[in-house]
């Protein structure tokens, strides 16, 4: 008999706790579940991070798994350059020639230049971002040392996050010399420029107002937004590999994201980063509303 109440009542407590599991919790518990339904519907690994930029709430899956970056590397490079010019090593305003040893093909402008290209440290910074232009971050990668921004990023807290050759270098590649970080580590990061704790707040800002000024079209993330939502961002992109980091300027929610996904092939659903995106959008756009649900837009 004893026995049986014992039961009843572990019962009647586990109910009960099951029971005060809070709304939000249940939303997010279903958010999660549904990304892993869109990752589960493709052949390659996936991972994601986002983090709630006013309430540090996060939603993560495969957070901690170390992805080939692509460009998106050229963030932490972005961040090297102002960090040595605020050391004043160089000013931004110094100019760089571009060197035929340090011009490669893939993504950007400069090597189809004819005529010798000069240009300063910041306009480089602008055509990496931008124009994601390997042949302005392999310049600015021999300017401030590639062992300089990995050491920056591990002083950081950032030991997975590791710039290890330069672009279009398949020499490097076929040896696993890949530039690599996680998604947990590229959302710490984009949380790092969001509040101004990069250097400083004006550093900070400037670096920001160069991955807002990448253009929308360049975005996988921005295919599972509303139109007038404004992002900073850079993707990446090479074989077998798509990333993205990002911070979404959602109306009072700003929110930072990571999407990566590597073995990538043909059978790879096109549209994983526009489904995920939208899904983790979905779920913070809701979290603005009231504890009983209602959403009031001002």
């Known amino acids: 008999m004893k026995r049986s109440l014992l039961i009843i009542g572990f019962c009647v407590l586990h109910l009960t706790v099951f029971g005060q599991l809070s709304v939000r919790e249940i939303l997010k518990q279903k ?9 589960a519907a493709s052949p390659s690994l996936s991972g994601l991070m986002a983090v709630d930029l006013s309430s540090g709430e996060s939603i993560s ?5 170390i992805f080939t970056q692509a460009s998106a590397i050229k963030i932490p490079i972005l961040m090297e350059v102002y ?20 011009t490669v093909a893939g993504s950007g402008i400069l090597n189809v230049m004819v005529d ?35 050491n920056t990023m591990h002083s950081l807290g950032f030991s997975n996050t590791r710039l290890q050759r330069k672009m279009i270098d398949q020499p490097a590649s076929l040896r696993n010399e890949e530039n690599i970080s996680t998604p947990a580590e590229a959302v710490r990061i984009m949380k790092l420029l969001y509040e ?3 250097i400083d707040k004006s550093t900070s800002e400037e670096i920001l ?11 996988k993330i921005a295919n599972g937004l509303p139109a007038n939502v404004k992002l900073a961002f850079k993707p ?17 929610r700003p929110y ?27 779920y913070f756009s809701m979290m603005k509303a009231t504890k009983y649900g209602v959403l009031i837009e001002n």
């Open 116 to 150: 010798p290209v000069n240009l300063s440290i910041r306009n480089l910074c602008v055509l990496m971002i931008g124009l994601s232009d390997n042949s302005a971050t392999n310049t600015l990668i021999e300017l401030v040392g590639m062992k300089n921004v990995t």
């Open 256 to 282: 930072a994201i990571a999407i990566m996904e590597n073995y990538k092939t043909s059978a790879t659903p096109t549209g994983v980063f526009s489904a995920l995106s939208k899904r983790v959008f979905d």
């Open 236 to 252: 990446g992109g090479m074989g077998g590999v798509s990333t993205e980091w990002a911070i979404v300027y959602l109306s009072n």
């Open 196 to 198: 101004g704790k990069f």
């Open 209 to 219: 107002s160069i991955l807002k000024n990448n253009p929308i079209a360049n975005s």
């Open 83 to 102: 960090k040595q010019a605020h050391e004043k090593k160089f000013a931004l305003s110094d100019i760089r020639p571009i060197l035929p040893s340090n």
């Open 61 to 65: 899956i495969n957070e901690n798994v």
């Open 31 to 39: 958010t999660e579940k549904d990304l892993q339904t869109i990752m």
